[in-house]
């Protein structure tokens, strides 16, 4: 049971252009999304946070945007720079418990 | 270096052997937790603990496992009787408290191969 989805494996973007990364999730307890980046060798990084009070959080270059009506988040990277290729992964966890729920991820590869 | 650091970076076993890995937290981090990621899947939950003790067990994580965190520090995370399936990047995170944004820092990972 697959509670959240990033059902493109892979994006390729132009360097300055934008990224648009997508996630949909199942549970409706979930009241927190992350989002992480994972360079090969390494452990998942934090990238952004946001609660489900929220419909938008911008941190520099990223914003993720959440619609819970549609179970939807995305992340969006402008502009878009070749040291954000990397695996990113959706997670999301429900009130009361510190798990994290991961997306299975989107490779996201930057060309100049 | 005061990010999370996992121990060994790469185990090779064979199976039915037992191992043990370690993961030392960020000093001031009281929650730490324990995930396993397989190619092409993103991290699973396995457990995690608030200073020594252990608040959560996923269903993932059988009885051949068992994981401790003694003094609430560092964490060993052992796996008895190794089987082929159970070949994993095993990540370790952590965290203080609940803060607002919840955020988890991750170690890179013990890679193990059962042969």
């Known amino acids: 049971d697959q509670q959240v989805k990033q059902n493109s494996p892979s994006l390729s973007v132009q360097e300055g252009r934008i990224s648009i990364l997508n996630c949909d999730y199942t549970n409706s307890m979930f009241d927190y999304f992350l989002w992480y980046k994972k360079y090969p060798a390494e452990g998942p990084t934090f990238l952004i946070s946001?609660?489900?009070?929220?419909d938008k959080n911008e941190d520099g270059r990223f914003t993720v945007f959440l619609n819970k009506s549609a179970k939807h988040l995305s992340l969006h990277i402008v502009p878009s720079q070749p040291g954000d290729s990397a695996v990113y992964f959706c997670?999301?966890?429900?009130?009361?418990?510190?798990?994290?729920?991961f997306g299975t991820g989107t490779r996201l590869q930057v060309f100049p | 270096d005061t990010g999370v650091s996992q121990d060994p970076r790469h185990k090779i076993t064979k199976r039915g052997q037992n191992v043990t890995f370690r993961c030392d937290p960020i000093s001031e981090h009281n929650r730490l937790y324990w995930y396993r990621q397989t190619l092409g899947q993103g991290p699973e939950f396995l457990t995690y603990?608030?200073?020594?003790?252990?608040?959560?067990k996923s269903r993932l994580l059988s009885d051949r496992f068992s994981a401790e965190r003694p003094k609430g520090s560092f964490s060993t995370l052992e796996i008895q009787r190794t089987e082929q399936g159970d070949s994993a990047m095993y990540l370790c995170?952590?965290?203080?408290?609940?803060?607002?944004?919840?955020?988890?820092?991750f170690g890179p990972g013990t890679r193990l191969t059962v042969l």
């Open positions: 603990f608030q200073n020594e003790a252990q608040l959560e």
């Open positions: 997670a999301a966890s429900a009130g009361g418990t510190d798990k994290l729920i």
């Open positions: 995170a952590s965290s203080f408290g609940r803060l607002a944004v919840n955020e988890q820092f």
């Open positions: 946001i609660s489900s009070i929220k």
